[in-house]
C-alpha cells in the first residue's frame, strides 16, 4: 500500500524531528466505509491520525442505535482516551467517510508519547478541542432544530471529506442526528428547495456554503473557533 502524505494536521503541527519520529512508528491503512474502529469497553489496540477519511464518535445508551456526539478527520486522532492513560475505548467508532490514515499500535504509541514532548503539547490541546466539541453536541441534541443541526452536520462532513459532494443515506443522518426519518426527509427538502444542497438517492452536493454556514446553528462556527484558536 503507498504511503499517505503526512497531511494529517496534528502530525503537521510537530517540528520536524517529532514528526519524523512519529511517522517512525506509523503504518499506513485504508478506512473503509461503515467498518467499526472500535466499541464501548473494549481494549484499545491503535490509535489513528486520519489523513482523507474521517470517523463518527457515537454514544449509545439503553440498546438504542446511538447518537453521534463527534467526528475525528484530517484535524485530530481517534484514540485520545491512550493519551490519558486510558486501556479502554469510551464510544463506538464508525468510519463515516473512506479514505487513508496512519496506524500506531496503543503500546508504541505510549511510549512515543512519553519521550515527545511536541505530542504531548498538540494532543493536550486537541483533547480540550474535542471535550469541546463532545459538550456542544449535547447541548445542540436538546436546545437546536432539525434543520440547523443537518446544515451543522453536512458542513462538518465536507470539511473532512474535503469535497463538495459525498455519499450519505437518510437513514444514516437519521441515525446521527438522533431523530426519525421523516425529519430528516423535511429538513433535508428545505436546503434542497432553498438551493443550498442537491440530494438525490444518497449522493448529496453542496452547492452553496455560505448559505449552508448562515443556515447551521451556532455550534458549527464555536468548533471552528476552538480549533483556530487552540490549535
Not at 478541542?129 to 443537518?150: E, K, T, Y
Not at 442526528?177 to 453542496?206: C, F, H, N, P, W
Amino acid at each position: 500500500m503507498p504511503l499517505p502524505a503526512a497531511e494529517n494536521h496534528l502530525i503537521e503541527l510537530l517540528s520536524r524531528s517529532d514528526r519524523q519520529s512519529l511517522l517512525a512508528i506509523c503504518e499506513p491503512v485504508q478506512l473503509v466505509l461503515a467498518e467499526v474502529m472500535c466499541e464501548p469497553g473494549e481494549p484499545t489496540r491503535h490509535v489513528y491520525f486520519p489523513v482523507d477519511g474521517f470517523i463518527s464518535l457515537i454514544a449509545r445508551i439503553d440498546g438504542h442505535p446511538g447518537l453521534e456526539v463527534g467526528m475525528v478527520g484530517r484535524e485530530g486522532m481517534l484514540g485520545t482516551q491512550v493519551a490519558l492513560g486510558v486501556a479502554t475505548t469510551p464510544l463506538h467508532a464508525v468510519v463515516q467517510g473512506p479514505g487513508a490514515a496512519w496506524r500506531i499500535a496503543a503500546p508504541d504509541f505510549q511510549r512515543e508519547l512519553a519521550r515527545n514532548a511536541g505530542l504531548q503539547r498538540g494532543l493536550h490541546r486537541y483533547i480540550h478541542v474535542l471535550m469541546s466539541q463532545l459538550a456542544d453536541s449535547a447541548a445542540c441534541l436538546r436546545f437546536h432544530l432539525i434543520g440547523p443541526r443537518l446544515a451543522r452536520w453536512l458542513l462538518m462532513s465536507q470539511d473532512r471529506a474535503h469535497s463538495d459532494s459525498f455519499r450519505v443515506t437518510q437513514e444514516f443522518l437519521a441515525y446521527m442526528l438522533g431523530v426519525r426519518r421523516v425529519g430528516i426527509t423535511e429538513a433535508a427538502g428545505a436546503l434542497q428547495r432553498d438551493g443550498l444542497i442537491q440530494y438525490s438517492r444518497g449522493d448529496l452536493k453542496v452547492l452553496d456554503r455560505p448559505g449552508l454556514e448562515a443556515m447551521a446553528c451556532a455550534c458549527y462556527a464555536a468548533d471552528k473557533r476552538a480549533y483556530a484558536e487552540l490549535l
